[in-house]
């Protein structure tokens, strides 16, 4: 059992399973790269299975495209039902490693792994929306092509939704185009644990009894 914190706020989480790619569309051909800079955002969708996760890293093969040296942000929102971000931006991510890669080598080079800088814990059958939002440089996305499919775990599928999920105004507005209008989907692997999230009233115990526990061990430190 593992004690995490979110906005401050005690979580106890029982892990029900190692680490596992939930979605992975890294293991597929490349068919095609959307290119984006500064103010153009680009999103990609997803929806959780049935249990609560952890999320651990999110991988995706984004590269810099040339020119001035990329400045972006990466996020995590709630997605509607056209899967379009929606409210404010639930997590942000860290880079793994000094910068993003480029296409200038031979051969595909490796996707580029963001970290959430918080725990942050995703519900049981929710959209979500993981952004990158660049706001200087030239970046491009590698895409497969919708009808190669994806992998996702087979003891609690995820959902991948092809198209794209856009913004040309800096996140003002977002666009969403479905599978028929634009059949790729961003190349990507996301990686998270499964975990039990105590209800309510148990938190209420649980957290009673570790308060009148540490209560009680000042009270000895003090006496003694």
């Known amino acids: 059992m593992r004690t995490r914190s979110i906005a401050g706020i005690p979580l106890l989480l029982l892990s029900l399973a190692s680490v596992q790619?939930?979605?992975?569309?890294?293991?597929?051909?490349?068919?095609?790269?959307?290119?984006?800079?500064?103010?153009?955002?680009?999103?990609?969708?997803?929806?959780?299975?049935?249990?609560?996760?952890?999320?651990?890293?999110?991988?995706?093969e984004v590269v810099d495209f040339g020119g001035p040296t990329p400045a972006f942000t990466v996020h995590l929102y709630l997605g509607d039902a056209d899967f379009r971000p929606t409210g404010a931006s639930l997590a942000t991510f860290s880079l793994a490693g000094p910068a993003l890669p480029s296409l200038s080598g031979p051969g595909l080079p490796d996707a580029a792994v963001f970290t959430p800088t918080l725990p942050i814990i995703l519900a049981a059958k929710t959209a979500y929306v993981f952004t990158i939002e660049p706001t200087a440089g030239n970046l491009?996305?590698?895409?497969?092509?919708?009808?190669?499919?994806?992998?996702?775990?087979?003891?609690?599928?995820?959902?991948?939704?092809?198209?794209?999920?856009n913004?040309?105004?800096?996140?003002?507005?977002?666009?969403?185009?479905?599978?028929?209008?634009?059949?790729?989907?961003?190349?990507?692997?996301?990686?998270?644990?499964?975990?039990?999230?105590?209800?309510?009233?148990?938190?209420?115990?649980?957290?009673?009894?570790?308060?009148a526990g540490l209560a009680a061990w000042r009270r000895r430190s003090v006496s003694v």
């Open 167 to 211: 913004s040309g105004d800096s996140g003002a507005s977002w666009m969403s185009l479905a599978e028929g209008s634009y059949p790729f989907r961003e190349m990507s692997k996301i990686d998270a644990t499964a975990v039990t999230v105590p209800e309510p009233a148990t938190m209420t115990v649980i957290t009673g009894s570790l308060l």
């Open 21 to 60: 790619a939930q979605i992975n569309t890294l293991d597929r051909p490349v068919n095609s790269l959307f290119q984006f800079g500064a103010g153009a955002f680009l999103g990609l969708p997803f929806e959780t299975g049935s249990l609560s996760y952890r999320l651990e890293t999110i991988s995706a």
């Open 140 to 165: 491009g996305w590698l895409e497969t092509s919708a009808a190669n499919g994806f992998t996702t775990s087979l003891a609690d599928p995820w959902q991948a939704p092809a198209g794209l999920i």
